[in-house]
T-cell receptor, first 116, second 111 residues
């Protein structure tokens, strides 16, 4: 149990375009989903927390207009990188927790975004 | 804010050796989680610790929740090549669901 699916695993896009990344909880209802960014050889940096049906809470320094997060259902959260630039290239990872999983933070497999 | 520091930063060991890595914080954590991340993948939970002093094993892995609640260690016995990866400790911040990640320990195992 507790599987989180993230899609796509890799995406290359042109500067100025927008990219959507999906995070789905497959076998549980995710009351909260988290979005992380990871630079090469670095730890995971929390970008935002999203709760189903409400606005995401962004960490300090993360532009909410650049990184749009939608958590429309208990099994799906999306991260849209708007007007992407090369400096947005990174590894993005989501994780989810549900009420029936005590601190069972489950992570997606990540999305490698390359902006050219 | 709360921070988790891991040591060593990286380790290069021979297959069959035992490994020990540490995670420390200046503040108290009520839960410690140990994750392994392989290249191009998300972290995978290895061991979860919920009580001070708790010692938990998962196969060749053993982790302990420090009695002061400010540290934890992870041991890997008889390492094998597939143990290669980055090991992160993590814990929920004070009064929040947000996971704080440690700085990571990169493990390389040579046959």
């Amino acid at each position: 149990g507790a599987v989180v699916s993230q899609h796509p695993s890799r995406v290359i896009c042109k500067s100025g375009t927008s990219v959507k990344i999906e995070c789905r909880s497959l076998d549980f209802q995710a009351t909260t989903m988290f979005w992380y960014r990871q630079f090469p050889k670095k730890s995971l940096m929390l970008m935002a927390t999203s709760n189903e049906g409400s606005k995401a809470t962004y960490e300090q320094g993360v532009e909410k207009d650049k990184f749009l997060i939608n958590h429309a259902s208990l099994t799906l959260s999306t991260l849209t990188v708007t007007s992407a630039h090369p400096e947005d290239s990174s590894f993005y990872i989501c994780s989810a927790i549900g009420q029936e999983i005590i601190y069972g933070y489950t992570f997606g497999s990540g999305t490698r975004l390359t902006v050219v | 804010g709360q921070q988790l520091n891991q040591s060593p930063q990286s380790m290069f060991i021979q297959e069959g050796e035992d490994v020990s890595m540490n995670c420390t914080s200046s503040s108290i954590f009520n839960t410690w989680l140990w994750y392994k991340q392989e290249p191009g993948e998300g972290p995978v939970l290895l061991i979860a610790l919920y009580k001070a002093g708790e010692l938990t094993s998962n196969g060749r892995l053993t982790a302990q929740f420090g009695i002061t609640r400010k540290d934890s260690f992870l041991n890997i016995s008889a390492s094998i090549p597939s143990d290669v990866g980055i090991y992160f400790c993590a814990g929920p911040g004070y009064n929040t669901d947000k996971l704080i990640f440690g700085t990571g320990t990169r493990l390389q195992v040579f046959p």
